[in-house]
């Protein structure tokens, strides 16, 4: 799933992505513990 860009386009798609797979390629580690 690389389609996505850089900055996702709603807050609960970047939630289910980081929820079911790891940090895409573009998508900084750091995001997701900011998220959490």
Same mark, same amino acid.
């Given at each position: 799933m690389s389609?996505?860009?850089i900055t996702? %386009?709603?807050k609960e798609e970047r939630? &289910?992505?980081f929820?079911?797979? %790891?940090p895409i &390629?573009?998508?900084k580690p750091?995001?997701?513990d900011k998220m959490v």
């Open positions: 389609t996505y860009p996702l %386009p709603t939630h &289910k992505l929820g079911s797979v %790891p &390629k573009g998508t750091t995001e997701k």
